[in-house]
């Protein structure tokens, strides 16, 4: 039989674990309550609370509140989509069954992986509504940053992705969600804050900016200010590359054990 033939199944074994990976998550509350109360924090932020995220209480015309805020949001956000991606199918024991498809481990967490990316990316466009807005708030109509404002949603885009990666992972750990969700939120945490605050430190003198480098902080910011350097970009698929294999290796774990 040639090849193609024989592969040609698999794509659309991947589109079906797609599928029941996002209509899993989205045929149960806790999907609709995780993306309603990243779209309602935000929108408090930026449109009630006096603060400084406010966009009604700042002098221009831009949306730098919502990429401020929205990180750390996600830090508590994706981990809650992705916890239950495989700490659930070990708990109900449907991992052993899952592995035994006629699909290679990375198709299997690629898939989960993108599913849970594309759940993030369901609760980013909600947040077109605010570009809309602050864009004929502005004075004259449009007279905002469009480069470093679509500069800093491809930003959001990549650090979604990462933090993805990220909970793939921490679900691969363990058969709990709630073990899964807490190692998620060390690891984003960490990857976010944990090297900025190591360089603000200033304990390693010359390294420093290799340190900061290191996190996530600082490529994202990059990215923010609508210029988009090659290495932001090669940082991001590296993250994200290193935690998918990661992934593959705590599976593979599983079956040196037995």
Not at 197 to 220: E, P, Q, T, V, W
Request: glycine share 6%; with cysteine.
């Amino acid at each position: 039989m040639p090849l193609f033939y024989r592969l040609a199944p698999y794509p659309a074994l991947m589109r079906t674990l797609l599928r029941k990976e996002i209509s899993g998550f989205l045929s149960s509350l806790i999907g609709y309550i995780v993306i309603c109360v990243f779209l309602i924090t935000n929108g408090l932020f930026l449109w009630v609370f006096p603060m400084d995220f406010n966009v009604l209480e700042t002098s221009y015309a831009n949306l730098n509140g919502l990429f401020m805020l929205a990180p750390f949001v996600f830090l508590f956000l994706i981990p809650a989509i992705t916890m239950r991606s495989f700490a659930d199918e070990k708990k109900s024991g449907t991992i052993e069954l899952l592995l035994t498809q006629p699909l290679t481990d990375f198709q299997i967490i690629f898939a989960k992986y993108l599913a849970g990316l594309i759940l993030v990316i369901f609760s980013l466009i909600p947040t077109l509504v605010y570009f809309i807005t602050v864009y004929y708030l502005g004075f004259p109509k449009g007279n905002m940053d469009m480069g470093a404002t679509w500069g800093s949603y491809l930003g959001l885009l990549f650090l979604a992705a990462a933090f993805v990666s990220v909970g793939i992972f921490s679900s691969s750990l363990t058969d709990n969600q709630i073990i899964s969700f807490l190692i998620a939120v060390f690891l984003c945490m960490f990857s976010y804050l944990g090297f900025e605050f190591i360089y603000n430190m200033a304990f390693f003198g010359k390294i420093d900016l290799f340190i900061r480098s290191l996190g996530i902080n600082a490529h994202f910011t990059s990215m923010s200010r609508g210029v988009i350097d090659t290495r932001d970009l090669v940082y991001f698929l590296s993250f994200i590359s290193f935690f998918i294999l990661l992934t593959r290796l705590s599976l593979e774990s599983r079956k040196w054990e037995k």
